[in-house]
Every structure is written in C-alpha cells, then in structure tokens.
C-alpha cells in the first residue's frame, strides 16, 4: 500500500511539472494491455467491444483507471434480442447508459465484489451483488470468469447483459 501511495504521489509530481500536455498523455496510459486491449485479445468479447467503439466509451477504458468491468461475452449478447441491440445502437446516449453499467470507477476483485450487496456503476446506477451456491451474480449475471486483470483494473467475465432499471 505504502509502494502504491509513493508511486501515486512521484507519479503525480512528476506530471505536476512536465506540464498539462504530458500530463495528459502520461495520465492515460498504463503500461500493459488495458482493459479493451485485454478484452479485444480475449477473442470473446467482440460485441462488447465494438460497441464500446460505437459508444465513444473504449477511450475512456484505455485510460488510466482503475475500473472493474462485468465484461459480458459475445454468447451473452447473443441472447439479447436483435430489436434491442438494435435500439440501443441508435440511441447512443441509451448505449452508453447500458454500457457504464457494467463498470465501476475503481479496481474490485473477485474478493472485494463477493463482500459487498451492491456496487455504484459509472451510470450513477447500483448493480446487485449475491453468492448462491458458490457462484457470485451481479445483477442477476453470474460470473464465469473472475479476475481477469489488466493494467488498468479488472474484468470479470459475466454470462449476461446488464439493463439498467
């Protein structure tokens, strides 16, 4: 933690006086595969992504972070029905509301998630958390695949789509 914190503040120093140009650029980026980079080398998650394209959001998943994403796999999407993901890709204020509900604004692990009843998601929405049986469902999805780490967070692979309420 105290690693974490000296680095933070170097980090933070150093941006401090390179200037608001290198700040910018050193802030964005994190030394690794990001979050989108990590999903799109998955293989699995090709609706998501490009609709994180669409939505203007895959930017925002390559910055600095962290984040957790309940990262739904393409099989997941499939299941939604055309009408909808039609819908949602013409109303592109509705796709990103939809989107940001899978992610939350810090880095929660499969251990953090399981400890709480719920989670604030970027779309100003609470997403449930449950374990039943050993699995652990976020908002009704179950997680397949915790823990999937990137240099900016965390992706936990779910088995469906979450629609905001």
């Known amino acids: 933690m105290l690693r974490k914190l000296l680095a933070v503040s170097v980090g933070a120093l150093a941006l401090a006086?390179?200037?608001p140009a290198a700040a910018g650029a050193q802030a964005d980026r994190c030394t690794g595969k990001d979050i989108v980079q990590t999903a799109k080398a998955a293989g699995s998650f090709k609706t998501l992504t490009s609709l994180l394209d669409q939505a203007g959001l895959a930017?925002?998943?390559?910055g600095r972070g962290p984040f957790t994403v309940f990262a739904p796999t393409d099989k997941a999407f499939s299941k939604v029905p055309q009408a909808t993901l039609?819908?949602?890709a013409s109303d592109k204020e509705q796709l990103r509301s939809v989107l940001l509900y899978h992610v939350a604004n810090r880095e929660l692990t499969a251990a953090k998630v399981a400890k709480r009843r719920s989670i604030k998601t970027l779309n100003g929405q609470r997403v449930g958390?449950?374990?039943?049986d050993g699995n652990v469902f976020v908002g009704g999805a179950r997680v397949v695949k915790p823990d999937v780490t990137a240099c900016n967070g965390v992706i936990h692979v779910i088995n469906k789509v979450l629609i905001p309420r």
């Open 17 to 19: 006086t390179a200037g």
């Open 86 to 88: 039609d819908a949602l």
């Open 129 to 132: 958390v449950r374990i039943r």
């Open 59 to 62: 930017q925002t998943l390559e």
